[in-house]
């Protein structure tokens, strides 16, 4: 008879036989792209997939026409998070480091196409609306295709718009690795109705595909010479996809949380519509009330009709709808959503109560810490961007960029969380004396301008407070009154 501890090693081999080292392994894409789908829907403000999930979850109530009602938390979430592109971007672009040593350098001409091309281009628009959808879904897959003269379009395709099959299986994780890609691009759209194509690219070929037709998407020739998938990814911070797959996990808690609080703000808005007295009617022992006088009976509030029938009597039943449940429940569910991605409660419902300054300073903390992490996914993007955007102006003849050794450094206006004015002062004075920041290096990060710029400000600023002074104004903003007042010129 064996022991205790030859049986426990078996059933550890059976289990470990039978799951985890099994040769095939398979996602439901099915339920993987439609949650992806129904994300993107609630960000963009599509509410119409609510309607089926209150049939899936209440039929009885949505067969006597229960409607949805929403609460746009994901959209809020993302307006929290992604504010990169909400201000100023400042972009320098150089050859990369490897190359610094060597004579490559970008004229001043090369340097003024690509800002015309990037303005002409919209890119700072793309790159927010790039950073949103990848906050709500995790994963973006950018590709850039050519839009006329000197301009491009950055064009950001969602999990549930991308089919694709991995070139070398142990860099599934790399898109331009793969054998080929399929991104569902529109074809022709008249007057609400959109028909779909596929954007089909290969580390050798890019085409559009409608059908058995293939139009090419760079140049004259379905071919292309950029030597992988001409596509890059952008991925949330911390959101890698498991080994042997390109798509990282979706947010699905964010999806449930949302749909959770949709269903609970609609029933309790179809609660309420019942929520008025009701009267309940027992006939006498005349039988002189019949159900078709009952059916004829005005109701409503202010309502009362005489009945005719001996020993008829007449009940009012009050049902009150669970509100204070449902709110608590409803406001549960937001609060511990935002703790648990490291926000403050308050930027989805503002309290009653004042913030303290320790909760005011742990808010600005976690703020910027994941405005930090977002700044080198968004740098990483960036990068992949320029090379990929100056290879497509190559191609369309508008001026020669070396692609391979392109690189952009960026920099974001630095928004800060609301605090004590006068203590923040106090800080950056003291960091201007021990040589840690300067004013201009502050304007820099505020107004997200160049340095030129950021003197420009700087030497205006501190002429017109000398000027301000000599009409009797302190730096304070106080009347000097002891100054005496300046001598005016008839």
């Known amino acids: 008879m064996a022991d205790w501890y030859d049986t426990e090693i078996a059933e550890l081999r059976a289990l470990t036989d039978k799951s985890h080292m099994q040769p095939y392994t398979q996602r439901d894409m099915y339920a993987f792209r439609e949650n992806s789908l129904q994300l993107e829907q609630f960000l963009d403000g599509d509410w119409s997939s609510m309607d089926d999930e209150i049939r899936k979850r209440m039929p009885n109530a949505h067969r006597d026409g229960m409607t949805y009602h929403v609460v746009p938390l994901i959209s809020r979430y993302v307006h929290e998070i992604a504010t990169l592109y909400t201000g100023p971007v400042r972009r320098t672009f150089t050859p990369n480091e ?112 409608t059908g058995a037709t293939k139009t090419p998407i760079y140049g004259d020739s379905i071919t292309h010479d950029y030597g992988a998938v001409p596509l890059f990814t952008v991925r949330a911070p911390g959101a890698q996809p498991p080994s042997g797959h390109y798509f990282s996990e979706l947010p699905e808690d964010m999806l449930t949380t949302q749909i959770g609080v949709n269903m609970a703000v609609s029933d309790l808005a179809w609660g309420l519509q019942f929520s008025w007295p009701e009267t309940f009617i027992e ?48 406001e549960s569910e937001i609060r511990h959503f935002a703790i648990m991605r490291d926000m403050s409660p308050d930027a989805f419902a503002k309290q009653a109560t004042a913030k303290t300054a320790v909760s005011r300073a742990f808010d600005k903390l976690d703020r910027a810490q994941a405005r930090k992490a977002w700044e080198r996914v968004m740098r990483r993007a960036e990068n992949d961007l320029i090379r990929l955007a100056a290879w497509v102006l190559n191609g369309a003849g508008v001026v020669s960029l070396p692609y391979e050794v392109l690189r952009v450094s960026v920099e974001w206006q630095d928004w800060e969380m609301p605090a ?3 203590h923040e002062a106090q800080a950056r004075a003291l960091d201007y004396a021990a040589g840690v920041d300067s004013p201009i290096r502050y304007v820099m990060r505020r107004d997200g301008v160049s340095m030129t710029q950021a003197i420009e400000t700087v030497r205006r600023n501190l002429a017109e407070t000398a000027q301000a002074a000599s009409l009797g ?18």
């Open 283 to 330: 006939p006498g022992a005349d039988g002189g009330l019949t159900q078709a006088l009952v059916d004829k009976m005005a109701s409503g509030p202010q309502v009362r009709a005489a009945l005719p029938g001996q020993g008829s009597q007449v009940k009012v039943v009050n049902k009150q709808a669970p509100v204070d449940a449902y709110l608590r429940t409803i």
């Open 420 to 422: 004590d004015p006068l």
């Open 473 to 490: 104004v302190d730096p304070s903003g106080n009347i000097n009154r002891a100054a005496s007042a300046p001598e005016v010129a008839e």
């Open 98 to 209: 490897d190359t610094r040593r060597t004579s490559v350098r970008l004229s001043a001409e090369e340097v003024a196409k690509l800002r015309e091309v990037y303005r002409a281009s919209s890119v700072d628009e793309c790159m927010h609306q790039i950073q949103r959808r990848t906050c709500a879904l995790n994963q973006q897959t950018v590709a850039v295709f050519p839009d006329g003269p000197r301009r491009v379009r950055v064009y950001s395709v969602s999990p549930h718009d991308v089919q694709f099959a991995a070139g070398n299986p142990l860099t599934t994780d790399n898109v331009q690795t793969h054998a080929v890609v399929k991104l569902r691009v529109p074809q022709k759209s008249s007057d609400g109705e959109v028909w779909w194509a596929h954007a089909v690219l290969t580390p050798t070929e890019a085409y559009y595909q």
